[in-house]
């Protein structure tokens, strides 16, 4: 076949391939082509996720009419100043629209109208459907641009197939407009979608306000600006601490020159700084902002322009690592744990007959006592037919002699977190949370393959307050949540209500169970089949209905426990891969001391 050029047509719809993958691909280019006109206030309405109907209206510098038939013209641009044009230096350009206008890619695989005014003229429209001009003519608007995109790949069935459902679209979209209202803090955004109203920020110069507005509003008591400069770069933001932290990392927003990006080196410079204060399944939320001298980054080395290559990485995850890390050390000792009413109800303070050092018959060893009150637990046990309470024993009996267990027998609690037991060739040390969570776990996929998890129904339902598209995801989920024991119903746009929850996870923390699970479907519910979303819902559930650390057992419940672990499968590990237990081995222990 001979080579031959291709027609206008497809050369324009191959270039909107590179840029115009999905509508949130669209809209991403007009809000920045809106951003770079100099807007103070851009409004973008959505129908379908985006699919029927884009519309983007800002008050920015408009455009003459000449100036809109370039823009709708394959390599036009207004966004390289001539200075770089004579030089070739387009990594230098510092507008988001640096390959060119998107409107020609996005005109030939929909239908296109661009109004625009410049202040003190006429305003004017042109439309394009599809890359062909249908119209053009005045139109009346205040000063600014609207651009209004329909049916985007309605003529080509090849790329709209490969859309997915209106809801997905319409969650990319609000997370683009988050991401950009979020990196232009000095300019108000408002989101409508099926002529609901669902986002509106204000202009603001304070960042962290607006980075909670847009996220959650509890960040604000919850975390820690950042404020670091190295070598000319500046990093700015807000850190959240620790213990304030998500299912899945969403909640990392990266921008480099206020540019949104997703940036495997900035992600696992943000790992890197958490490493030794999170669990390995949870995930900080941050908002980082980075400001790069533009010799020192390419922005041009993706097509979506939401990946960036830096001159000296390594620099650039060092500071990133200590600008976190100094920030997070100036936190002292502050936290934000999610308070469980249902727990601290549970507890109450009883006076003891006396103060000072006295045996515990629970462990068998010496512990101090509080000179005026102890806290005791009076939950129910966490094993169906686990010993009552209240009991009682000696003040001091001989510890049981080792019997052939493989896990042994429950000599003591260490921190309250670690049952340490004796067998018959070592010592065991058994992490009691891990250990538990894939305990209710197994147990839990037992009765579901029986039929049905059997359910408790809350005296009082409780309301979780959600984003959309979090409440989204449980509600079309809410049939195989029921499977699981956890009935849910939608309680307005951004709410679910719960009204049972699985009977054998007992007082769980509802709010962290339900905001786990909708971030495990987020992250997985789109790649996995229905047995596979159950188990991770089961994952979840299991881990906030095991015991958890720091709550003291008696010699009774830790020895339950060692004896389900020994005819429970998979057992030997947590549901997140962690190990349940180690063994130190007599001639360990001798070589520790010196023995062998």
């Known amino acids: 076949m001979s080579i031959r050029r291709l027609p206008e047509h497809v050369v324009n719809r191959i270039a909107a391939g590179e840029v115009v993958e999905r509508p949130a691909s669209a809209l991403k280019e007009l809000v920045e082509n809106a951003i770079d006109a100099g807007a103070t206030r851009i409004s973008v309405s959505l129908s379908a996720g985006g699919i029927d109907l884009i519309e983007v209206v800002d008050d920015g510098i408009g455009m003459s009419p000449g100036d809109m038939a370039l823009a709708l013209e394959r390599h036009a641009t207004s966004k390289l100043p001539d200075h770089l044009l004579d030089d070739g ?36 429209r042109r439309t394009v459907d599809n890359g062909a001009l249908v119209d053009e003519g005045p139109a009346g608007l205040p000063p600014g641009t609207r651009v209004r995109v329909e049916g985007l790949f309605f003529r080509v069935p090849a790329r709209r197939k490969f859309l997915r459902s209106a809801r997905s679209e319409y969650a990319a979209c609000i997370d683009v407009v ?7 803090a000095e300019i108000g955004f408002q989101l409508s979608h099926d002529g609901r109203i669902v986002l509106n920020v204000a202009p603001d110069t304070d960042r962290p306000a607006r980075v909670a507005a847009l996220t959650d509003r509890a960040l604000i008591d919850n975390s820690v600006a950042i404020d670091f400069e190295r070598d000319g770069v500046v990093l700015g933001g807000v850190a959240g601490l620790p213990t304030f932290n998500r299912g899945i990392a969403d909640h990392q927003y990266l921008f480099v020159n206020g540019r949104p990006v997703k940036d495997r080196l900035l992600a696992g410079a943000v790992r890197g700084a958490y490493a030794e204060m999170l669990a390995r399944d949870r995930h900080a939320v941050v908002a980082l902002f980075l400001d790069v001298p533009t010799d020192q980054v390419d922005v041009n080395v993706h097509p979506a322009k939401t990946e960036v290559r830096f001159r000296d990485p390594a620099m650039v995850r060092g500071m990133i690592v200590s600008g976190l890390r100094r920030a ?8 934000a744990p999610r308070p469980d009413v249902a727990a601290m109800a549970a507890w109450r303070s009883e006076p003891v007959p006396a103060a000072g050092w006295q045996a515990s018959p629970a462990i068998g060893v010496a512990s101090l006592s509080p000179p005026s009150s102890a806290l005791h637990d009076r939950r129910p046990g966490f094993f169906a037919g686990s010993v009552p309470q209240a009991r009682a024993e000696p003040a001091w009996s001989p510890p049981p002699e080792p019997v052939k267990f493989p896990l042994g027998v429950a000599r003591g609690q260490v921190a309250q977190t670690y049952i340490v037991a004796e067998a018959e060739d070592g010592l065991v040390i058994v992490d009691q949370h891990a250990a538990h969570e894939r305990l209710v776990l197994e ?45 849910l119903e939608r309680f307005g746009p951004k709410a679910m209500l719960v009204r049972a929850v699985p009977a054998m996870l007992g007082q769980s923390d509802v709010i962290g169970l339900v905001t786990d699970l909708a971030d495990d479907l987020a992250a997985y519910d789109e790649a996995l089949s229905l047995r596979e979303r159950l188990d991770h819902v089961a994952s979840t559930m299991a881990c906030h209905g ?7 057992l008696s010699v009774a419940e830790m020895n339950a426990l060692l004896r389900e672990m020994e005819v429970t499968p998979h057992s030997g590990q947590c549901n997140h891969g962690r190990p349940t237990w180690v063994k130190l081995a007599h001639a360990d222990i001798e070589r520790l001391f010196g023995r062998k």
């Open 89 to 124: 230096a387009i990594e230098a350009v510092e507008t988001l629209g640096f390959r060119g206008e998107a409107l020609p890619s996005i005109a030939s695989v929909a239908r296109l109208t661009l109004e625009s005014r410049v202040r003190g003229a006429e305003g004017w």
């Open 178 to 184: 988050r991401r950009l209202a979020m990196a232009r």
């Open 328 to 335: 997070l050390d100036a936190a002292g000792h502050r936290s």
């Open 443 to 487: 147990r839990m996929r037992k009765a579901l393959s029986g039929g049905a998890v059997a359910r408790q129904a809350l005296l009082l339902p409780e309301v979780v307050e959600l984003d959309e598209v979090a409440c989204d995801r449980l509600d079309a989920r809410t049939a195989d949540l029921a499977e699981l024991g956890l009935e």
């Open 546 to 552: 095991s015991v958890r650390a720091g709550r003291v």
